[in-house]
């Protein structure tokens, strides 16, 4: 039986509204057993339908790396579906879609997730996230990795 180390789950934080502010959500969805099997063009076009389809929340941008995901994500209006009811949405979708039966399970149960505070930017996040694939010794870079995009642009409000 193979031994899982460190926290199962994360720390369950709400999302919350806050009048005149921007809610982004940035999201981390993992592969079961971290397989490395999402990088590539056909997996990408799944996962944009996923996302597209499972319009309760809007993608901003995303990275797919070749076991997990980073996206920023905002609710798509005041009665969207939870976080975690929009991500089964779209992981089920995707899974019904996916090119290779035998990858099942796809996703691990879980996602880790942090809504983004007032002091924080969108665009710097973003920024370090989008270096992912050269700390990963997959591109120099980060402009070569071809499985990142913007499906919406989120605006941030501070104020």
């Given at each position: ?16 509204e ?64 939870g ?59 980060a ?17």
């Amino acid at each position: 039986m193979e031994r899982e180390v460190g926290r199962k789950h994360p720390a369950r934080h709400p999302v919350f509204e806050r009048e005149n502010l921007s809610v982004i959500v940035f999201l981390t969805v993992c592969t079961h057993h971290r397989r490395k099997i999402l990088a590539s063009p056909d997996v990408m076009r799944i996962l944009v339908r996923s996302w597209i389809s499972a319009d309760h929340w809007i993608v901003g941008r995303f990275i797919i790396l070749p076991d997990h995901i980073h996206l920023f994500c905002s609710p798509a209006n005041p009665n969207s579906l939870g976080l975690r009811a929009w991500m089964r949405h779209w992981k089920s979708s995707a899974s019904k879609m996916w090119p290779d039966p035998s990858a099942h399970p796809i996703w691990q149960i879980d996602g880790w997730d942090t809504q983004l505070r007032q002091s924080e930017s969108y665009s710097t996040k973003w920024d370090y996230v989008r270096e992912n694939p050269i700390r990963h010794g997959l591109v120099s870079r980060a402009q070569e990795w071809p499985f990142q995009g913007e499906l919406n642009p989120l605006v941030w409000h501070d104020k």
